[in-house]
C-alpha cells in the first residue's frame, strides 16, 4: 500500500525567511496530494492541494511543487510570520475511492 | 469548503465507560471517515461512514470497539466503547466535500477525550 514520508519532523526559522517540507510517497498511481495545517488544539486545515496533472499552485505565500518522476511533493511557506507556528501533515490518495495516507508531521516553529 | 463541527470538544472518562461523539455537517455530504490522532503523531483512518450502508473499519479497529452511525447525510456519531487509558487520544470527524472524482476533504475540531 501507499507510504508517505515527511521530512523534517521540526523545522525552526526566523520570520519572514522561507520553509520547506518535503514528502515522498510510494504509490505511483497516486494523484491527489493535500496539505494541511494543524495549530495547537485544532482541527486539521486544507491548506492548499495539488493534482497530478499539474507540477505546481501557488496560494499567496504557500505553494506546492509536485514531480511526479521522483514520486516527491514540497510544501513551500515564502516570507514566514508567526502565525505560520503549526503541525503541517501532507498526505497521498490515489483516485477517488482510495483513502488520505498522512506524512507524520512537521512541526514548524517561527520566530519573531 | 464544509464547516464541520463535533460535540463534546473534550471529555475526561473512567474506564469501562462509553463515549459517544458527534459530528455534524453544514452541508449534505455522501462520505464522513472518522479518525484518531494520539499526541503527538500523525492521523489514523479508524472507518468510512456512509448514509444508509454499514461503516468500513481499517485493520485494527473493530464496530464493537467503535460503532458508528450515519442517520442522514449531515450527521454521524463514533461510539469509544468499554474505554481504556489506551483509548485516550483525539477524535477527529471528517467530511468529503466535492465532486466525486475531485474531491477535498475537511476535518473537524476534533474531540479530545483523556480515559482515567
Known amino acids: 500500500g501507499e507510504n508517505v514520508e515527511q521530512h523534517p519532523s521540526t523545522l525552526s526559522v526566523q520570520e519572514g525567511d522561507s520553509a520547506v517540507i518535503k514528502c515522498t510517497y510510494s504509490?505511483?498511481?497516486?494523484?491527489?496530494f493535500p496539505w494541511y495545517k494543524q495549530e495547537l488544539g485544532k482541527g486539521p486545515q486544507l491548506i492548499i492541494d495539488?493534482?497530478?496533472?499539474?507540477g505546481e499552485k501557488k496560494d499567496q505565500r504557500i505553494a506546492v511543487t509536485l514531480n511526479k518522476t521522483a514520486k516527491h511533493f514540497s510544501l513551500h511557506i515564502t516570507e514566514t510570520q508567526p502565525e505560520d507556528s503549526a503541525v503541517y501533515f501532507c498526505?497521498?490518495?490515489?483516485?477517488?475511492?482510495?483513502?488520505?495516507?498522512f506524512g507524520k508531521g512537521t512541526k514548524l516553529s517561527v520566530k519573531p | 469548503s464544509a464547516v464541520i463541527s463535533q460535540k463534546p470538544s473534550r471529555d475526561i472518562c473512567q474506564r469501562g465507560t462509553s463515549l459517544t461523539i458527534q459530528c455534524q455537517v453544514d452541508?449534505?455530504?455522501?462520505?464522513m471517515f472518522w479518525y484518531r490522532q494520539q499526541p503527538g503523531q500523525s492521523l489514523t483512518l479508524i472507518a468510512t461512514?456512509?448514509?444508509?450502508?454499514?461503516?468500513?473499519?481499517e485493520s485494527g479497529f473493530v464496530i464493537d470497539k467503535f460503532p458508528i452511525s450515519r442517520p442522514n447525510l449531515t450527521f454521524s456519531t463514533l461510539t469509544v466503547s468499554n474505554m481504556s487509558p489506551e483509548d485516550s487520544s483525539i477524535y477527529l470527524c471528517?467530511?468529503?466535500?466535492?465532486?466525486?472524482?475531485?474531491?477535498?476533504?475537511?476535518f473537524g475540531p476534533g474531540t479530545r477525550l483523556t480515559v482515567t
Open positions: 471528517s467530511a468529503k466535500i466535492g465532486a466525486a472524482v475531485s474531491y477535498e476533504q475537511y
Open positions: 504509490d505511483s498511481a497516486s494523484n491527489y
Open positions: 495539488i493534482r497530478s496533472n499539474v
Open positions: 498526505a497521498a490518495r490515489r483516485g477517488s475511492q482510495g483513502n488520505l495516507i
Open positions: 452541508s449534505q455530504v455522501t462520505m
Open positions: 461512514a456512509n448514509q444508509g450502508s454499514e461503516a468500513t473499519y
